[in-house]
């Protein structure tokens, strides 16, 4: 067993299911945070929230990103789901 993985097992009461989750959330966070600000998609989504009209008037497909971020939010509620006891 890995001893980061051990020591987490020793530390919390849920064991290792818990340490896993809680390992899992903090992945899924840093991606999102890493997508959402260091990429092309990210800028678009962060334009379309401060000002749709304008996003759409210099060429963001507006209902593409909507999808997108739709399904980005799905994906992340399924992981959710299948992680949580």
């Known amino acids: 067993m890995d001893a980061g993985l051990a020591a987490c ?3 919390h ?3 290792r299911s ?11 966070t840093v991606a ?3 997508v959402m600000y260091l990429s092309r ?12 009209i ?3 008037a210099v060429g963001i497909n507006t209902e593409k990103v909507d999808r997108y971020t ?5 994906g992340i509620a399924g992981v959710a789901g299948s992680a949580s006891p």
Request: aromatic share 8%; net charge positive; glycine share 18%.
């Open 9 to 11: 097992h020793r530390k």
């Open 13 to 15: 009461r849920g064991g």
């Open 18 to 28: 818990r340490c896993l989750r809680d390992g899992l959330t903090l992945l899924i």
């Open 32 to 34: 999102v945070a890493y």
């Open 41 to 52: 998609w990210g800028r678009q989504v962060r334009a379309v929230v401060q000002n749709r």
């Open 54 to 56: 304008m996003a759409g």
């Open 70 to 74: 739709y399904g980005l939010g799905c």
